[in-house]
């Protein structure tokens, strides 16, 4: 079944279905067997897990919003995460797609944030994924749970979070908890090589500009990413329409003692005002920051 297919049978169960979760249970059950998916294991390629993503998600929302996962741009995205295992770069270019497009505006006019629709989708679509190993795989290491009844589980805690920090920070929960990726495979679309954070890091990042958004400072569209360490420029309102653009460096903390305390380093600090965070990769915590 093609994706405009799979959205008519997820449109033909109607909207007010996602109330009652035992009918919406059976729904899904019903419209993942028929596209032949495993309701516990999906099976391990892009097309399978997206659609199985997709039926789990969807049953109950309304067209515009299932609209969204149906545009090529949106699939390119989660596949090119899927590929990398990278979360960031699945919430930075879906940030970046949705900012400027129609359905962002048409759901507006619903009530409804598209920016956090994209969230709930992804952080499903990240724990299917997560779970396309075999059963045996998955007994080695775990009881081997209805994935479908995690699912439900997750989106019960994500319906309960109030905003779209808490949500962007749920999924970071879900992306340092084990691979994002399926297994290699060779027909896979091979796509570039990206600098990809370590868990710790990106879930820190996520917390952070939770914490910031929720004081209302705003992100500049510059950012930088390595394995250890992001930069962003962050506008902090100091009066009415009036903003100072501060740098920001999360740094982890042997990086800090062997050359950003030096004296050079320190005086280009205090000169450009650069604000630091300061982190120990090893404990998880972070230990100091520097305004």
């Known amino acids: 079944m093609d994706l405009g297919g799979l959205i008519s049978a997820i449109l033909g169960f109607g909207t007010s279905i996602g109330k009652d979760k035992l009918q919406r249970h059976e729904r899904v059950i019903k419209l993942l067997k028929q596209l032949n998916l495993n309701p516990d294991h999906p099976p391990a390629d892009f097309t399978a897990v997206y659609q199985y993503a997709l039926v789990e998600y969807g049953i109950g929302k309304p067209k515009p919003v ?17 590929d990398q295992n990278n979360p960031t770069f699945l919430l930075k270019a879906g940030e970046e797609f949705l900012a400027g497009h129609a359905l962002g505006e048409e759901l507006q006019t619903l009530g409804m944030s598209a920016r956090r629709e994209f969230y709930e989708f992804a952080a499903v679509f990240i724990e299917i994924a ?35 920090e808490g949500i962007r920070t749920e999924m970071a929960r ?18 570039p090589p990206a600098i990809i954070p370590t868990p710790f890091t990106f879930a820190l990042a996520q917390q952070m500009r939770g914490w910031f958004e929720t004081l209302g400072y705003r992100f500049e569209k510059y950012e930088v990413w390595e394995t250890d360490y992001f930069e962003w420029i962050i506008n902090v309102p100091v009066r009415r329409n009036r903003f100072d653009r501060i740098l920001y460096l999360a740094i982890p903390v042997d990086a800090y003692d062997s050359f950003f305390s030096l004296e050079l380093p320190r005086l280009l600090i205090q000169r450009y005002q650069v604000h630091l965070i300061i982190y120990e990769p090893a404990e998880e915590v972070i230990v100091l920051w520097q305004k």
Request: avoid cysteine; glycine fraction near 2%.
């Open 174 to 191: 879900l992306a340092i908890q084990g691979e994002l990726s399926l297994p290699a495979a060779e027909e896979r679309e091979q796509s």
């Open 130 to 164: 997560r779970r396309t190993r075999t059963p045996a795989e998955v007994l080695t290491n775990q009881r081997l749970e209805s994935l479908h009844r995690q699912i439900s589980i997750l989106q019960e805690r994500l319906n309960r979070l109030p905003t779209l």
């Open 66 to 82: 299932l609209e969204i996962f149906r545009q090529s741009e949106i699939q390119q995205i989660f596949r090119r995460a899927l």
